[in-house]
């Protein structure tokens, strides 16, 4: 079992800095416009070659309410018809996709995002379903991870049901918080009483997991307030938790103009708010996974994490790194053996695209040799929190200590520090270093130092 994480205020505000989140490496900003539908097509080839099993990740765009906090890609707006010229040009990416793909490549996990997936009226969600079943091998025996983003504003009892039926056995809530002045700073009403109708229907329904995202930093939000809600969160006995912090970058995303930047809780609030809510999570039997996630002890991902076998891609923590990644829909990202490649963010030109039986590929990334050793390392360190350099060596044919030998004088200052423990053969986080992984990621990112810093969030 991993040691618990340690709080070190003065650890955590001299490393606290602005950086990737590594759901990816190399990150989305380097991706540029070289990469396109011929590169993919290219991929998916390899991809049904070795017949790799698949993940799937399918963008919802729309919402009917606007969150004032929300950095996503989405489309406001009240006019539930403008889902169906949308799905239609869905259901074209999905047919010139799976053509390229063979019928024996097993989807061992789908996700709906948004927007708010559940936006789809229930005729809607049916016959996306029942298109993705035309075209992929979906899994009909509940074996597969089959998640979806819930709005409990936009479901019922008879949604949760439906959704059920469809194959979906994971949903993902979305809380932020419960305190009615946070909730009307950040135009978001949500009682408990509807987040708890939703949970009792996924329970009842034998969903097989229940995750809650929780945001901290929001107008409003004081320690003690958040903590309430934080408790409120644990009686409800999620599998997991996601705490995200609030990223406050109006001059990027409009809708957080209208959040009063007067109303944002200090620095030094939002660390105790984060300080507290490990402490609530843990005495509660919550496991830190990392990079914002908790997990009951006997869920998956902290199974996975004590057996070695997490991983991480655009998707979060995963246990099905080893599939490729198809993302469909507007802005979806695939990651595809070491092609990573995104979808047009803008939905007329998405619509436009497939209108005229092109895919909607605009921009992405081909990993050479160096960023596939990057990322192996990367992705050790911010899923175990330990490095076995001869692991690394030995897949990649290298000295790890010649090959990474400049950023050796940063690592030795790190370990000085009591973020990590460093020696000739390993790397390992220290507790007090697990909440700042990110910025140990950091020091081997070939990217970040020509990268505007500005575009990512801070550590915590």
Known sequence: MLDAIRW???????????????????????????????????????????LRPLSLYVHVPFCANICYYCACNKVITKDRGRALPYLQRLEQEIQLIACHLDPMQKVEQLHFGGGTPTFLSHDELRQLMARLRKHFNLLNDDSGDYGIEIDPREADWSTMGLLRELGFNRVSIGLQDLDPAVQRAVNRLQSLEETRAVIDAARTLQYRSINIDLIYGLPKQTPENFARTVDEVISLQPDRLSVFNYAHLPERFMPQRRINSNDLPAPAQKLEMLQRTIEQLTVAGYRYIGMDHFALPDDEL???????????????????????????????????????????????????????????TNRGLLCNADDRLRRAVIQQLICHFDLEFAEIEQAFNIDFRGYFGELWPQLQDMAKDGLIELDNERITVLPAGRLLVRSVCMVFDAYLEHTNRQRFSRVI
């Open 8 to 50: 070190d205020t003065d650890l955590i505000r001299r490393y606290d800095l602005a950086g990737p989140r590594y759901t990816s490496y190399p990150t989305a900003v380097q991706f540029d416009s070289q990469v396109g539908t011929f590169d993919l097509f290219h991929a998916l080839r390899d991809s049904r070659k070795a």
């Open 302 to 360: 902290a199974i996975a994490q004590e057996e070695s076998t997490l991983q991480r891609n655009f998707q979060g923590y995963t246990t099905h790194g080893h599939c490729d990644l198809i993302g469909l829909g507007v802005s979806a990202i695939s990651q595809i053996g070491d092609l990573y490649c995104q979808n047009s963010s803008d939905l007329s030109q998405y619509q436009n695209a497939l209108a005229s039986a092109q895919l909607a």
